[in-house]
């Protein structure tokens, strides 16, 4: 499998490009601010032609560019339904103040063709096999994608604003629940094989085993569920758990 990212704008959202193989069909996960410049250069590289755009939630550093890139390959996008009303209106899961404009003024638009993601959906895109895990808390419609092992490789999460390298992602914005995000973490990563690899919405790569083992978030929870609501734990890394939106 061929993965290839790159944080995009002044976020550092990561956008990812997925395929089977060079030379092939492709899906694009969280095209965010200036990404289309980006995504060209790795379609380019690898002769790459996409079918989709998969969102792993709703928020603008993750959205960003999702209408002219799916204008331009003319290939549809796939949402959570909870999310869906942030791509018209994103200012709806920010904390802005009375009278504040989103980026002076910044209007953002459906694709023409939206499809909507359930928990559990099987899809078979691009030549990939991606489950979808429903995983609320950072926004109501947080989804992760994951993909099967193979002989070669354990299997890959992509897992948004869910799970960092040393963090989780922040719940004090619209529609954050931090009690949520435990539960999400409990049942979709702890879940998970320690080996599989953790591809987040921002920073660096990690494992499932790694952060069950090293993550403060993580440490009073178990893959059967969250062990009450612990609280946030002290000594947290300088870009914790407020790195995007």
Known sequence: MLVAGFPAGSFAANCYVVAPAAG???????????????????LREHRLKPVAVLLTHGHLDHVWSVAPVCGA??????????DRDLLTDPAKGLSLGAGQQLFGGLELSEPDDVLELADGAALELAG?????????????????????ATAELPDVMFTGDLLFAGSIGRTDLPGGSY?????SLARVCLSRPDETTVLPGHGPQT???????????LSELSPEGAAGSPARPGGLPADGPTKGF
Do not use: M, W
Request: hydrophobic residues 35%.
């Open 73 to 82: 390959k003319d290939v549809p996008a796939y949402i959570h339904p909870d």
């Open 128 to 148: 990939l096999s991606l489950t979808v895990d429903h995983a609320p808390g950072h926004t109501p419609g947080s989804v992760t994608f994951r993909t099967p």
């Open 179 to 183: 009690e949520e995000i435990l539960a």
């Open 24 to 42: 092939e069909e492709c899906v694009i996960i969280d095209p965010g601010q200036d990404a289309e410049a980006g995504i060209e250069e790795i």
């Open 207 to 217: 494992t499932i085993g790694r952060e069950r083992a090293t993550n403060p978030f």
